[in-house]
């Protein structure tokens, strides 16, 4: 493996909605953000729209791990909508995460990651999002430049079939993702608090001694603006 470095950012919201692609009769929460989320954030910061994000951060990784001791809460609360070209109205249930607090995570060659990471600790273009646009954070804090390491030990999120053993007093959720990183599953265990063992190393970001698993956008389903 290059050997490659990240930039970490710690950060926090009050609400946060990270949609679950698959549902539809309710709206359901990645209760971490995905890969494209965290690339999206990391566009915001840098003043980037959509589609050159997908273009610029095609040779970096990303990725997300809750930060310790946070306790992720999810509340299912009603929303209400309108269809404007049907001009139908409707109500429907949707999953909402309270004051979830994450490491977000951005890798790539040390040159790269060196040039962003001085135009984000010189200048905040736009605030990220937890996942729409009325989700602001209530605070972020750039933690610097870290390193990357293979390893099998790991928090974050994971393919499901990936995982060959969960330590003692671990929190899991599974839910699907459009991903190709696996033909034998399209499910993802996301790691609530502690960590899971997996069968072969992968790049993580060592973050406050949390290891952050680490993905290329091209792993993942890309969808509206983020198709190229």
Not at 53 to 62: I, R
Not at 180 to 209: H, M
């Amino acid at each position: 493996m290059i050997n490659l470095k990240a930039l970490a950012i710690k950060i926090k919201f009050s609400e946060a909605f990270f949609k679950v692609h698959y549902t539809k009769a309710s709206r359901l929460t990645y209760p971490i953000p995905l890969p494209t989320s965290v690339a999206g954030m990391f566009g915001s910061m840098l003043g980037l729209p959509r589609k050159a994000c997908g273009e610029q951060f095609k040779e970096y990784l990303f990725g997300a791990a809750v930060v310790s001791g946070t306790q992720i809460n999810i509340q299912t609360e009603n929303c209400s909508y309108m269809l404007l070209t049907k001009k139908e109205r409707g109500v429907e249930r949707i999953s909402i995460l309270n004051s979830p607090e994450y490491y977000i995570v951005m890798a790539g060659e040390e040159a790269g990651i060196s040039y962003y990471y001085e135009k984000i600790t010189s200048e905040i273009k736009y605030l990220p999002f937890g996942g729409q646009n009325d989700f602001f954070p209530l605070d972020w804090k750039i933690i610097g430049l870290t390193e990357v390491m293979k390893k099998t030990e790991v928090s974050g999120y994971v393919p499901t079939n990936w995982v060959s053993s969960i330590h003692q007093d671990t929190k899991l959720e599974i839910l699907p993702a459009a991903h190709n990183i696996s033909t034998i599953s399209e499910s993802f265990t996301f790691i609530l608090s502690g960590a899971v063992e997996i069968r072969e190393q992968i790049p993580c970001a060592i973050v406050n001694t949390v290891s952050v698993p680490l993905y290329s956008l091209e792993q993942f389903v890309l969808v509206g603006e983020w198709k190229s």
